[in-house]
């Protein structure tokens, strides 16, 4: 253990070193010498601290150089397959809307508009099943602001705990609930009308303008719904493992470049680094919101880990001059052909089939990362271990025990989303309270501004704060207002509006469509933008109106990140650490359950719940470290590369896990025998203390002393075979050597694990 951490001290100051000295990390990595004592994990530390850092962040090196930004525009703006597709959809959605609310003049043009822009980002496959939520989310938010505005309208105090209460109710829901589609228009059709229920209008103008808002966010729900049908007709298929397929097929293209000994093309090389620039982030997003069942949501997202984790090790590749031996050959082949079978099997809807390279070869060193790679690609097969969701085998709870799957298991349990709930209320709130208190109810866009943003992303970021102002500013100012003195005064029909409307709503949507770091400028940049131009049925001669509602934003945008980034935040590294920590004890609680002699009462599916949560978090927050800045910024890029090669592992880890659970429960079908179950008892004890380990050896506590985890496995084995050689021998050759295949993963995997931490 002291050999680990010496290498890895020894490693950090190297690459110390080499940034302090100047030197091309490139050209370093390409040129070092095969006896200068680096391994593997050495490359890949230098490597992720030096080069990806640097091409992930597009941070310039000198304050006055501007070459930096141009190169980071060129990567987020650089078109990538269905973007067009995915742009086209949003423009034409967001375009009929406006077309329709315009020509019937209806009232919230602009949240309608609005609405059918960002939720036509989603896949179709998601918006095609979100139908019912739909009526069901605007019905039930539509009689809760008529039937609570009735009781609260009369009196100011009761009137302000109200919008308080609602506000947290949909912020909560939010992060609550499990259909993202139906907490978003509850709280969207909410926030929207509390400036309606404050005018100094009457009570049937009020309900009115609410049916207004239901009947028009309705409308752009089904316009984007219908596109996302017509689309996914046009291109059938699942999204999702269409482009997990298309990130495996750019890596087994450049293994087939150096496996035929040819420089690798521009072509290639820019597929790769642009799909590694593009990340994972649409994917995860497709998966949290999606209706896949509990069970392939957890393996899809520790392949969508794995596979992005394969394309940043291939962007690494494709910078290095590489020389590939003869002894290399023979493994680029087979790591190719692996790559190449899981890339047929997902697309066939087949489950791979498992993979193992010979990894006691020594490598030549003429392709650094290789080792890498063959550790990725064999986990991918793990994931899908087992044979279908536990809920297909689990006992019916009693009925006055039975959960709503309205809500996420982890709803009550997990103080994670009462933490976010309040913060969006803190902030919705003030806002509210000071317009209304300095009677500037023109900036009551404020609100909605705190929904917006939380919308985007479930927990805050300080490079998306800097993105929202950047686009408020773009859009509402720079934009909105330059077309209101520059444009507009020479537009005399709807024809002309409308082209300008597709110019600036394209604008946006391929700014939203970028990666992580740029989408959430073009979101802000259409809300700013909108706001502006589609409340009226008319071009809005004022400049004081579209300054007041830019200024609406502005506060809005302030208050949320006063509240998320300064009054109840830490810095992004902090945060991520401490998450993956949790992560780690909640696996272990997970692997512990159920507890003996209460296997009828599993108490998992919160923890499961917090521990998907945990890694979505983990990895947002980690795109958030390339943004901070600080003395600590070297350390921080280091820890954020280490915890992005451990994710992987862990979500293999916890997916095997749950596959194991089964048999721990003794489901029909996946019974032990006595002495089997007790072994597999201790083995999972034995497994959750070695997490607990990592998670203490990462908060520097010192390590406890325990027994060899492979000791654990060997008796679990023994156990095993010892049973069956007292039973039919085709018990070993059927449910026990399923059940030996997951717990042998289990160890591999907990192995590798650990020695990395």
């Given at each position: 253990?002291?050999a680990i951490?010496?290498?890895?001290?020894?490693?950090?100051r190297?690459?110390?070193?080499?940034?302090?000295?100047c030197?091309?990390?490139t050209?370093?990595?390409?040129n070092?010498?095969?006896?200068?004592?680096?391994g593997e994990?050495?490359?890949?530390i230098?490597?992720?601290t030096?080069?990806?850092?640097?091409l992930?962040?597009?941070?310039?090196?000198?304050?006055?150089?501007?070459?930096?930004?141009?190169?980071?525009?060129k990567?987020e703006?650089?078109?990538?397959p269905?973007?067009a597709?995915l742009?086209?959809?949003?423009v034409i959605a967001?375009?009929?809307?406006m077309?329709?609310?315009m020509?019937?003049?209806?009232?919230?043009?602009?949240?309608?508009?609005?609405?059918a822009?960002?939720?036509?980002?989603?896949?179709?496959?998601t918006?095609g099943?979100a139908?019912?939520?739909?009526?069901?989310?605007f019905?039930?938010?539509g009689?809760?602001v008529?039937m609570?505005?009735?009781?609260f309208?009369?009196?100011?105090?009761?009137?302000?705990?109200?919008?308080i209460?609602?506000l947290f109710?949909s912020?909560?829901?939010i992060?609550?609930m499990?259909?993202y589609?139906?907490?978003?228009?509850?709280g969207y059709?909410?926030?929207?009308?509390?400036?309606?229920?404050d005018?100094?209008i009457?009570?049937e103008?009020?309900v009115?303008?609410?049916?207004?808002?239901?009947?028009?966010?309705?409308?752009?729900?089904?316009?984007a719904?219908?596109?996302g049908?017509?689309?996914g007709?046009?291109?059938?298929?699942?999204?999702?493992?269409?482009s997990i397929?298309?990130?495996?097929?750019s890596?087994?293209?450049?293994?087939t470049?150096?496996?035929?000994?040819?420089?690798?093309?521009d072509?290639?090389?820019?597929?790769?680094?642009?799909?590694?620039?593009?990340g994972?982030s649409?994917?995860?997003r497709?998966l949290?919101?999606?209706t896949y069942s509990?069970q392939?949501?957890?393996?899809?997202?520790?392949?969508?880990?794995?596979?992005?984790?394969?394309?940043?090790?291939a962007?690494?590749?494709?910078q290095?001059?590489?020389q590939?031996?003869?002894?290399?050959?023979q493994r680029?082949?087979a790591?190719?052909?692996?790559i190449?079978s899981i890339?047929?099997?997902?697309?066939?809807?087949?489950?791979?089939?498992?993979?193992?390279?010979?990894?006691?070869?020594?490598l030549?060193?003429?392709?650094?990362?290789?080792?890498e790679?063959e550790k990725?690609?064999?986990?991918?097969?793990?994931v899908?271990?087992g044979?279908?969701?536990?809920?297909?085998?689990?006992?019916?709870?009693?009925?006055?025990?039975?959960?709503s799957t309205l809500f996420?298991?982890?709803?009550?349990?997990?103080?994670e989303?009462l933490?976010f709930?309040?913060?969006?209320?803190?902030?919705?709130?003030l806002c509210?309270?000071i317009?209304?208190?300095?009677?500037w109810?023109?900036?009551s866009?404020?609100?909605?501004?705190?929904?917006?943003t939380?919308?985007?992303?479930?927990?805050?970021?300080?490079?998306?704060?800097?993105l929202?102002?950047?686009?408020?500013?773009?859009?509402?100012?720079?934009?909105?207002?330059?077309?209101?003195?520059?444009?507009?005064p020479?537009?005399a029909?709807i024809a002309?509006?409308?082209?300008?409307f597709v110019?600036?709503?394209g604008?946006?949507?391929?700014f939203?469509?970028?990666?992580?770091?740029?989408?959430?400028?073009g979101?802000?940049?259409?809300?700013?933008?909108y706001?502006?131009?589609l409340?009226?049925?008319?071009?809005q001669?004022?400049?004081?109106?579209?300054?007041d509602?830019?200024?609406?934003i502005l506060?809005?945008?302030?208050?949320?990140?006063?509240?998320f980034d300064?009054?109840?935040?830490?810095?992004a590294?902090?945060e991520?650490?401490?998450?993956?920590?949790?992560?780690?004890?909640?696996l272990?609680q997970?692997?512990r359950e159920?507890l003996?002699?209460?296997?009828?009462?599993?108490?998992g599916?919160?923890?499961r719940?917090?521990i998907?949560?945990?890694?979505?978090k983990?990895r947002?927050?980690?795109?958030?470290?390339?943004?901070?800045?600080?003395p600590?910024?070297?350390?921080?890029l280091?820890?954020?590369n280490q915890?992005?090669?451990l994710?992987?592992?862990?979500r293999?880890l916890f997916?095997?896990?749950?596959?194991?659970v089964?048999?721990?429960?003794?489901?029909?079908g996946?019974?032990?025998?006595?002495?089997?179950?007790?072994?597999?008892?201790?083995?999972?004890d034995r497994l959750?203390?070695?997490?607990?380990?990592?998670?203490?050896?990462?908060?520097?506590?010192?390590?406890?002393e325990?027994d060899?985890?492979?000791?654990?496995?060997?008796?679990?084995?023994?156990?095993?075979?010892?049973?069956?050689?007292?039973?039919?021998?085709?018990?070993?050759?059927a449910?026990m050597?399923?059940?030996l295949?997951?717990?042998?993963?289990?160890?591999?995997v907990?192995?590798?694990l650990?020695k990395?931490?």
């Open positions: 253990m002291r951490i010496d290498q890895r001290q020894f490693e950090e190297l690459a110390a070193n080499i940034r302090g000295r030197i091309n990390p050209s370093w990595l390409a070092r010498r095969p006896d200068d004592g680096l994990s050495a490359v890949v230098i490597r992720g030096l080069k990806m850092a640097l992930a962040q597009s941070a310039p090196e000198s304050p006055r150089s501007t070459a930096w930004f141009r190169e980071f525009l990567d703006l650089t078109p990538y269905e973007r597709a742009v086209a959809r949003m967001a375009t009929i809307v077309l329709i609310t020509t019937f003049r209806m009232p919230y043009g602009a949240y309608a508009a609005l609405y822009l960002t939720i036509s980002r989603e896949s179709p496959q918006i099943k139908v019912k939520s739909i009526v069901a989310a019905a039930l938010g009689a809760y008529l609570s505005t009735w009781v309208l009369g009196d100011p105090l009761l009137r302000l705990l109200w919008v209460g609602s109710a912020f909560y829901a992060s609550t499990t259909n589609g139906a907490s978003s228009r509850f059709l909410i926030v929207i009308t509390i400036p309606l229920w005018s100094h009457s009570t103008l009020r009115e303008g609410t049916l207004w808002a239901v009947w028009a966010i309705t409308i752009a729900s089904v316009v719904g219908l596109g049908l017509v689309f007709a046009i291109r059938p298929g699942d999204e999702l493992v269409r397929a298309e990130r495996l097929a890596v087994e293209e450049l293994l470049c150096y496996l035929a000994d040819r420089p690798v093309d072509k290639t090389e820019k597929r790769v680094t642009r799909l590694a620039m593009l994972t649409r994917l995860r497709t949290r919101r999606s509990e392939y949501r957890e393996q899809m997202g520790a392949v969508v880990v794995l596979v992005g984790r394969l394309v940043d090790i962007a690494n590749l494709t290095l001059r590489i590939v031996a003869s002894d290399d050959r680029i082949r790591l190719a052909a692996s190449a890339h047929a099997d997902l697309l066939s809807g087949r489950v791979p089939g498992r993979i193992e390279f010979n990894s006691e070869s020594e030549s060193g003429g392709v650094p990362l290789l080792r790679m990725t690609v064999p986990l991918i097969p793990v899908f271990s044979s279908g969701p536990i809920s297909e085998y689990m006992p019916s709870p009693p009925a006055d025990e039975r959960r996420v298991a982890d709803a009550l349990s997990n103080p989303h933490k709930g309040l913060k969006g209320c803190l902030a919705a709130s509210y309270i317009y209304n208190s300095i009677d109810p023109g900036i866009t404020a609100i909605t501004t705190c929904l917006l939380a919308l985007s992303t479930v927990g805050a970021s300080r490079q998306k704060q800097v929202r102002f950047a686009g408020a500013i773009g859009g509402g100012v720079v934009v909105g207002m330059g077309a209101q003195v520059f444009i507009l020479y537009l029909s002309g509006f409308t082209l300008l110019v600036v709503t604008i946006a949507a391929w939203a469509t970028s990666g992580p770091r740029l989408s959430y400028f979101v802000q940049f259409a809300v700013a933008f706001l502006i131009h409340q009226e049925f008319t071009i001669t004022s400049l004081a109106v579209a300054r509602r830019v200024a609406g506060l809005g945008l302030f208050m949320m990140w006063l509240v300064q009054l109840w935040s830490a810095p590294a902090v991520m650490r401490r998450t993956f920590i949790s992560n780690l004890r909640s272990g997970l692997v159920p003996p002699g209460r296997e009828k009462t599993w108490r599916d919160s923890l719940a917090t998907n949560t945990n890694f979505d983990v947002s927050l980690a795109d958030g470290v390339l943004f901070e800045l600080g600590s910024r070297h350390g921080d280091a820890l954020r915890i992005r090669q994710q992987p592992q862990l293999t997916v095997t896990r749950i596959a194991l089964k048999y721990r429960l003794q489901l029909p996946f019974e032990l025998p006595e002495t089997v179950r007790v072994a597999q008892q201790q083995f999972d959750a203390r070695m997490l607990d380990r990592m998670a203490d050896r990462m908060e520097g506590k010192p390590p406890k325990t060899r985890f492979e000791d654990a496995f060997e008796r679990l084995e023994q156990t095993v075979r010892h049973c069956c050689s007292e039973g039919p021998q085709e018990l070993l050759t449910e050597q399923a059940f295949a997951l717990s042998r993963s289990i160890e591999n907990t192995i590798s650990d990395e931490i």
